[in-house]
């Protein structure tokens, strides 16, 4: 059993920056291929990068391409999200997931774990 704790969430002004934390316990991540998601309030769960299990290929939703990056230290067990230039339309519960299998696309929800979420609020 794997478990996710997502840390590094906060409020912060348009522009600012936030680097989320996903650490995992249990077991290695190091096979896994983890994703970022996120949830505003009365939408949709949404995916936001994913980052397969070396860490040399990423994937990003449109609308944080080139102010996010995924990234992960398998040593450390942990997966990151540097998020820059951040806008009021980014505050959401950042969710983040462990796939067993490689990516397979935005919309799949079928990860096995997922962490508890950590929230993140921009201000105007």
């Known amino acids: 059993q794997v478990q996710l704790v997502e840390s590094g969430g906060g409020l912060v002004q348009a522009g600012d920056s936030l680097r989320l934390s996903c650490a995992a316990s249990?077991?290695?991540?190091?096979?896994?291929?983890m994703s970022w998601f996120r949830q505003a309030p009365g939408k949709e769960r949404e995916f936001v990068a994913a980052?397969?299990?070396?860490?040399?290929?990423?994937r990003y939703a449109d609308s944080v391409k080139g102010r996010f990056t995924i990234s992960r230290d398998n040593a450390k067990n942990t997966v990151y999200l540097q998020m820059n230039s951040l806008k009021p339309e980014d505050t959401a519960v950042y969710y983040c997931?462990?796939?067993?299998?490689?990516?397979?696309?935005?919309?799949?929800?079928?990860?096995?774990?997922w962490g508890q979420g950590t929230q993140v609020t921009v201000s105007s």
């Open positions: 997931a462990a796939d067993r299998f490689p990516w397979r696309g935005p919309g799949n929800r079928e990860y096995d774990y």
């Open positions: 249990g077991r290695t991540l190091s096979t896994y291929a």
């Open positions: 980052i397969n299990w070396s860490g040399d290929t990423t």
